[in-house]
């Protein structure tokens, strides 16, 4: 029987909720609910970019590497369609949101920490994917996006 990520109390397969695919209790999953909602409103918009510039901008000051680590699970049903998937062929719809949820995720928490630095602007961004467990067969997925923070100037347009 499977636990709630937050209070650990034993919840049913059929009373899990997953939020993030993380599962949680009833009570758990709707403060997850609100404390995502209320981060993705509260985050500035960074400039994130994987040149080492920013077009039309100047970097005034690099403020340090930043990076951030997410950790998903894929659970047992995704596992099962997705090797149904690997004989019949095509996509698997179930991985591949938790993919793009590992990359948004990944993606906020690297903004949070350019936010702290005061930066205008991450450049030279790399995401990487690994698989931590499983052996090929789901597991977990780890995410790691990095970048250098910096703040930025407008470049003035040549008069001609």
């Not at 970019?49 to 901008?57: D, I, Q």
């Not at 930025?152 to 040549?158: D, F, H, I, Q, T």
Request: charged share 25%; with cysteine.
């Amino acid at each position: 029987m499977p636990y709630c990520r937050s209070c650990q109390t034993r919840v049913t397969t059929l009373e899990i909720e997953y939020v993030n695919d993380i599962g949680y209790c009833r009570h758990c999953a709707e403060d997850e609910r609100k404390y995502v909602t209320r981060f993705r409103k509260s985050v500035t918009p960074i400039i994130m970019v994987t040149t080492p510039n920013v077009a039309g901008r100047e970097i005034t000051e690099p403020l340090g590497i930043v990076s951030s680590q997410v950790a998903f699970g894929m659970n047992v049903f995704r596992d099962i369609f997705a090797g149904v998937r690997d004989i019949v062929g095509g996509r698997s719809d179930a991985q591949q949101k938790v993919f793009a949820d590992s990359r948004k995720a990944a993606f906020d928490e690297l903004m949070i920490e350019a936010g702290r630095l005061g930066a205008d602007a991450i450049v030279g961004v790399d995401l990487d994917f690994t698989e931590l467990s499983g052996g090929g067969k789901g597991g977990m997925v780890l995410v790691v996006a990095t970048g250098t923070a910096v703040k930025l100037v407008a470049v003035p347009e040549a008069a001609e």
